[in-house]
């Protein structure tokens, strides 16, 4: 089992759409939480952290359970530019490693 | 300002050749990580540096897999005796500090035939 878990997808929404992904992670001991975005043969690029408290950024929130060792990302409102990979991403703060999940693919449609 | 470059862009090799693969990370960052990320999946930890000293080692796959940072600044990933499975887009990042954020490069694309 992969310690950071995702739904591969893809996830195909229409412009205007609210779109969620969810994101598993096994090991307690992680310390910061991010998503972070890969458009198709690009480098992944930080989207934003995410905090116990919740913490949104325009049309982006992310929430994070620690009790669950959950992790979301809600998307309103979805654009076209919005089509790529989100990658769920924790860090045990051991040396700053990034433990990466699968990625999750959303297409969104005119 | 300039970001992390990596060369070359894309490498095709024949399996048993040797490759290296550079990356020159942004200028002042300290802490410098390669990853690996095979087709459909998320990248991977190969290893990780503060500086000069190669401090974390522990996601190369084998002992054909060998990385440098001699002088603090740019690294070179070497691979010895290229295999198959060995062909995938390597990725280097910097940062500032270990647990700051870090910036990634385009890449390496390597593919063994």
């Known amino acids: 089992r992969k310690e950071v878990e995702q739904d591969p997808g893809p996830f195909n929404v229409p412009e205007g759409a609210t779109v969620a992904f969810n994101c598993t992670y096994s090991n307690s001991a992680s310390q910061s939480f991010f998503w972070y975005r890969q458009d198709c043969r690009k480098e992944p690029k930080l989207l934003m952290s995410v905090y116990s408290s919740g913490n949104e950024d325009g049309r982006f929130t992310a929430q994070l359970n620690r009790a669950s060792q959950y992790i979301s990302l809600l998307i309103r409102d979805s654009k076209l530019s919005d089509s790529a990979t989100y990658l769920c991403?924790?860090?045990?703060?051991?040396?700053?490693?990034?433990?990466f999940g699968q990625g999750t693919e959303l297409s969104v449609k005119p | 300002g300039a970001g992390v470059s990596q060369s070359p862009r894309y490498k095709v090799a024949k399996r048993g050749q040797d490759v290296a693969l550079r990356c020159d990370p942004i200028?002042?960052?300290?802490?410098l990580f390669w990853y690996q990320q095979a087709l459909g999946q998320g990248p991977e930890f190969l290893t990780y540096f503060q500086n000069e000293a190669q401090l974390d080692k522990s996601g190369l796959p084998s002992d054909r897999f060998f990385a440098e940072r001699p002088e603090g600044s740019v690294s070179t990933l070497k691979i010895q005796r290229t295999q198959q499975e060995d062909s995938a887009v390597y990725l280097c990042?910097?940062?500032?500090?270990?647990?700051?954020?870090?910036?990634f490069g385009d890449g390496t694309r390597l593919s063994i035939l």
């Open positions: 200028s002042g960052h300290v802490s």
């Open positions: 991403v924790v860090n045990r703060n051991q040396g700053g490693k990034l433990i």
């Open positions: 990042a910097s940062s500032l500090g270990r647990n700051q954020p870090q910036h």
